[in-house]
T-cell receptor
Framework: QKEVEQNSGPLSVPEGAIASLNCTYSDRGSQSFFWYRQYSGKSPELIMSIYSNGDKEDGRFTAQLNKASQYVSLLIRDSQPSDSATYLCASQESGNEKLTFGTGTRLTIIP | GAVVSQHPSRVICKSGTSVKIECRSLDFQATTMFWYRQFPKQSLMLMATSNEGSKATYEQGVEKDKFLINHASLTLSTLTVTSAHPEDSSFYIC?????????????FGPGTRLTVT
């Protein structure tokens, strides 16, 4: 069974610091990975996608992928209170459009 | 770009009635849309994959006769919850994957909060 695992948190980070969110996946056939942000009572919003090993940066966000270790992470630099949300990690197998979601990590940025 | 809308955003209905939820991709076409359900403090649960021009594919444990899905065009999918009961009360969210550009990303609609009384 394909699984995506995340630490449920809550993860508390001081404002201005770096928040580090981690995710592991069990299916070696997974090729695409996504980070979604979900505010309470709202639907998920795509933050980052990553397909290749290494780092991908977009503004304050950096996604990191290590396929050998089956590990995906999201770094948020200069954390802001507005970053407080649940972050969902998702994987996608090549040729399969379905996403497998982790249970999410609740992040709280402390002013 | 990549905007997905849902209607209604919130609905309250009586037990035994049916409710239709619409999911539209506003600025892109999507042959595939997905329907999820999310209970409070839980993660997303995929209910079904909606395919334009063909029958939907339901996940294990999801009753296809209760949750009717119609993917009428490349920009519209509907989910009808038939004979709704209080246990169907949940947050229903659709997502769509753009047809063009080779993108794998899925974009979510704002969700529909269903309350069955």
């Amino acid at each position: 069974q394909k699984e995506v695992e995340q630490n449920s948190g809550p993860l508390s980070v001081p404002e201005g610091a770096i928040a580090s969110l981690n995710c592991t996946y069990s299916d070696r056939g997974s090729q695409s990975f996504f980070w979604y942000r979900q505010y309470s009572g709202k639907s998920p919003e795509l933050i980052m996608s990553i397909y290749s090993n290494g780092d991908k940066e977009d503004g304050r966000f950096t996604a990191q992928l290590n396929k050998a270790s089956q590990y995906v992470s999201l770094l948020i630099r200069d954390s802001q209170p507005s970053d407080s949300a649940t972050y969902l990690c998702a994987s996608q197998e090549s040729g399969n459009e379905k996403l497998t979601f982790g249970t999410g990590t609740r992040l709280t940025i402390i002013p | 770009g990549a905007v997905v809308s849902q209607h209604p955003s919130r609905v309250i209905c009586k037990s035994g009635t049916s409710v239709k939820i619409e999911c539209r991709s506003l600025d892109f076409q999507a042959t595939t849309m997905f329907w999820y359900r999310q209970f409070p403090k839980q993660s997303l649960m995929l209910m079904a994959t909606s395919n334009e021009g063909s029958k939907a594919t339901y996940e294990q444990g999801v009753e296809k006769d209760k949750f009717l899905i119609n993917h009428a065009s490349l920009t519209l999918s509907t989910l009808t919850v038939t004979s709704a009961h209080p246990e169907d009360s949940s947050f229903y969210i659709c997502s769509a994957r753009p047809l063009m550009g080779g993108q794998n990303e899925q974009y979510f609609g704002p969700g529909t909060r269903l309350t069955v009384t």
